[in-house]
DNA sequence: TATAAAATTGTAATGATTACAAATTTAGAT
DNA sequence: ATCTAAATTTGTAATCATTACAATTTTATA
């Protein structure tokens, strides 16, 4: 993945800040906040700032690469993985992880008069790790 | 539905607030945003303060009669239904719907050592009265 | 009725996000 | 290579929902 292209291809000018906001959501695939973001890239551009990330997230979006997760009310996730997929989110460590997923089994009543345009779907539990934990 | 009896059998003191809290949430089943909740009870509860709204709301959290519904980054809704239902949101009018949903269909892989605890389905679309509006 | 506990309220604090203007960087023309 | 305009980045201030907290009011009980 040439990170540079794609932004490109979507219409997005390559600057170095957006290059490495992208890489960083493409490669870290625990859906992190604007916080955790910020934090790990400002060491490698020491210049960068919050406003940045939170504007470049926002281009990211209107343009189609990168979506927001929503599964706490005090939380606003990232993700750059635009394909289908669920979200599996531990009630114990909080991490959030993808889950691949089949929509076609569901089966809604009484919305055959409404378009839907996309299905959201996560999972709240227990995660592998967790549940084999000593507590 | 009694609703002081309802609070009561919940382990929760039906003060005058509550009551009407909770019947304003059984009873519109738009799921409001605590500003709703708070200017459409105000009227009726001239003392009403925000505060008491977001206190109530968390104690019927708590309790287990009510629960939150996340599908914007920015709005918080609540809800007091709490048989298993999917919501649908339109990207038009802004209203959120109850959906009647069937989660037995679902397939998901990989997570099988993982604990589900809860699913949350929610879609995002037209509402039949938007796609027949003249626009 | 007096008293203590619980509930409600108003105000101030917090924290994430946005607005905005200044500074910096980039791209194109000369 | 240099100049200029446009785009991008940045820092600070403003906004807005939510929470903390202390004071007031209400409720329950002795």
Chains 1, 2 share one sequence.
Do not use: W
Not at 50 to 59: A, Q
């Amino acid at each position: 993945m040439d990170f540079a292209t794609h932004l490109t291809s979507n219409n997005i000018k390559p600057s170095l800040q957006r290059i490495k906001i992208f890489e960083y959501l493409y490669e870290n695939r625990d859906h992190p906040t604007v916080e955790t973001i910020y934090s790990d890239l400002v060491g490698a551009i020491p210049t960068l700032s919050k406003t940045t990330v939170y504007n470049t997230l926002k281009i990211f979006i209107d343009n189609g690469i990168t979506h927001t997760v929503t599964i706490e009310d005090n939380e606003v996730r990232y993700d750059a993985i635009m394909e289908e997929h669920a979200h599996f989110k531990c009630n114990d460590c909080g991490n959030v992880f993808d889950v691949e997923i089949d929509v076609s089994g569901l089966n809604f009543k009484e919305i055959k008069s409404f378009k839907v345009e996309k299905t959201n779907i996560y999972l709240k539990g227990k995660c592998n790790k967790c549940l084999n934990k000593i507590n």
